[in-house]
């Protein structure tokens, strides 16, 4: 595993520390969007399929364990539980995330690697968490205060995606691999999206300034 | 096997 795979992955864990951070600590999940938690749950549960059936390494398990744990049970803290639940901003969170899946879907349909179940959904999974952070970015863009849990907590989560970008350079340089175009554009899209979040969490934070988002 | 090769990514 080379440096910008380990740190990229290291980024993602951290992202969903820092949300449960939030919502242990502060009991709450303000600026959160509940839709883009749940693309993750689905994310997760049509990627990892394998995890029963293919053995890559003890890390690989206990990240995939990590990852799924965590995003079921913040979507559970999000609806269920008593205090949590009240600090939701659901009346701004109203993204038709399932409008996101459905395209997602067909398109892993039509462009895959191969027409299996197993292959078709966890190319699904790419084109769906390459999209995911939509409802989040939205919701973001209409809070006027940002905590900056939340804004670390988005920013690590695209900081992830843009080191696996400089992971699969190093692999297609150095290990040879195979040309990989359905991960590649997917998480190429998907650290684009966050552009402008990052040009404002900058801007931001070189000023010493709160964050916020032009509406 | 390339489609399982690249399946060791999270």
Sequence with gaps: MNVFRLAGDMTHLLSIMVLLLKIHSMKSCAGISLKTQELYVLVFATRYLDIFTTYFSFYN?????????????????????????????????????????????????LINHRFTVREVLWTFSLYLEAVAILPQLVL???????????????????????????????????????????????????????ADFFYYYIKSWKKREKLQLPA | DHSIASKDEL
């Design chain 1, 61 to 109: 398990t206990v990240m995939k364990i990590v990852f799924l744990v965590t995003s079921f049970s913040i979507v559970w803290y999000m609806r269920h539980h008593k205090v949590v639940r009240q600090t939701y901003d659901r009346d701004q969170d109203t993204f038709r995330h399932h409008l996101l899946v459905i395209p997602c879907f067909l398109l892993a349909l």
């Design chain 1, 140 to 194: 973001l863009q209409r809070s006027r205060n940002i905590d900056n849990l939340t804004g670390n907590y988005v920013f690590f989560l695209g900081a992830y995606r843009g080191l696996y970008l400089f992971n699969w350079i190093y692999r297609y340089m150095a290990e040879k691999s195979q040309l990989r175009w359905i991960p590649w554009i997917s998480g190429l899209v998907q650290t684009a999206l966050y």
